[in-house]
DNA sequence: ATGAAAGCGCTAACAT
DNA sequence: ATGTTAGCGCTTTCAT
């Protein structure tokens, strides 16, 4: 019967165990090449078998280093996130560091609080896509090293996604396929990509010449996108743009529903492309974001702020995918 | 200009700052009934205003409880996960505890080494749908305390959906609908969920004296559900039971593209009711999983299992949702 | 190269 | 009711 372990073990039992100290044997893992080869070899053998594995708590506060972030976003429910958590947590994880995974629940007073509660456990902070304002955050984040992502707040490292390259691509995209009037479903106010989506579309809608009626902000949810759905319905837009996938599908079934086909009589494009964008019948043309590369660059931010480096403002650009939500626009349509 | 925090706010700096003695600064917080009222009000009041928060890893240390448990996911971006997350981490916050989440990548290897590495900053572990074998856990479980989801591990409390009624709900409402040939598309073996859910089909099956053709098993994806559909068209059932939604959405897409319509052509039912049941066109037939209680009853069995409680076994049934992936059996398909 | 000792911030006996 | 002290497991000077 192998694997009697008594109690917990400790670099002391180890320790014991080898005839050295607990020093050496800190040493032999912190930095195994100031230890003499032969009594490295016999501590680690022993630490295998006896399961040892040091208490990052107990090193944390030795180090000061936590060995741990904090990641937090605005609503795990989101199909958005998940991808995302599992970059930022993969690229972490090379790191070195565990991911303390803080869901907000969507509500932006929870975020501050939240933030505080985890602020002395870790060694920073990923904030995604926060609701709170630029001055809340910035009381709150206080000198935590924080990177934002989908965000931009002055002072702070932050990576977001550009999505004004693929946006103005899939304006020219719809006005090709002979569209000229359009709805803009915007996205919540409080989130910064939500208004940085609109103001891309607002701008190329004023390049391209063509109409463009604003409705919203719908709550980036399923639900907020059916209600979004009559707003496309009483605009006579042919086109819209839905400020992400997930409202967007929302969108879809209220324009099914009201007996509007797509891409028939109305076309769609999202933004994201989660899952659900390819899932979803039709299929969504979408910008798809570059997720892994938002958390890989994350990390690397952090990373940098902690060393205490300036705060650099990365923007990576979204693509433009087509698919199925996108055609041209139904005869008798366009305006005199 | 206020918030000039010099160093770290520690109880040291409060006990200064108070005249008191720091074991009254902690006991303030941590028992605050044995502390005279007014020197309690002046240590909260100059701990609020210094923005003091208590450093976990030290109270971690010092109590041997470490505030904070690890959740294991298979694969946080399979949309059954991410409100069983949600739902997990609101009961552990009331219980007052951080939520560690560790994304096993569907790789049932890393599960081992992950818990290996969480299980000492962790008062106790969370393991959702665990691919790794009841050995392998077992080792690497070792005593830590551990609540299983969605499987039953021998000897450790568990929680699981029980889908048997509502799989036999969902039979039983196929059968009247018409259907005699059913296709089962299982999922993966490993999984104990796929396994259940299965034996739950065929038995009903068995006792309805309906014809069953089993096929699989098939990636828990989308992608697995195309490879599934395929097994369906080449069954000649007229109706299948795909092993969960995300499986479901993708033979859906496999069907449509092969000229197959649902449901008139065939019927399909999903399990576990993630968003993108609700979203896909036809929506699903599923049965719906009981998430938020899943979570809490998950939260409970670990604080018992802490607590040194014996080990409980729960199940929480799921229920059938009727929705637009089910109808009457084509004319001309029952069989002689 | 290794050991001894102090200390990270906190809690928990044990005094008083 | 409050202060003193020791110690959680680890790292890190400082000696040797």
Redesign the pocket.
Known sequence: MAGDRP?????????REC?????????????PE???D???EKIHAVARRLG??????????????AGMIGLLVPDITNPFFPPLVRSIQQAASVADWSVLLVDADEVAAEETELVEQVR?QVDGLIVASPRSTDADLETTLGDIPTVVINRVVPGRPSVVCDNTTALTAAGQHLRELGHRRFALLKGPEASWAARQRSEAIRQWAADAEVDLVESGDFAASYDGGREASRAFLDSDATAAFAFDDLMACGVLAGLVEAGSSVPDDRSLVGCDDVLLARTVTPSLTTVTAPVGALGAAAIDLLREAIGGEPARELRLDGTLTLRASTGTVPVGAVRA
Not at 7 to 15: D, F, G, M, Q
Not at 22 to 29: D, E, K, L, N
Request: proline share 2%; net charge positive.
């Open positions: 109690k917990r073990v400790t670099i002391y039992s180890i320790a005839g050295v100290s607990a020093s050496t044997v800190s040493r032999a893992f912190t930095r100031i230890v003499n032969d009594v490295r040892y594995q040091p208490n990052k708590a107990a090193r944390g506060l030795a180090t000061g280093r002395s």
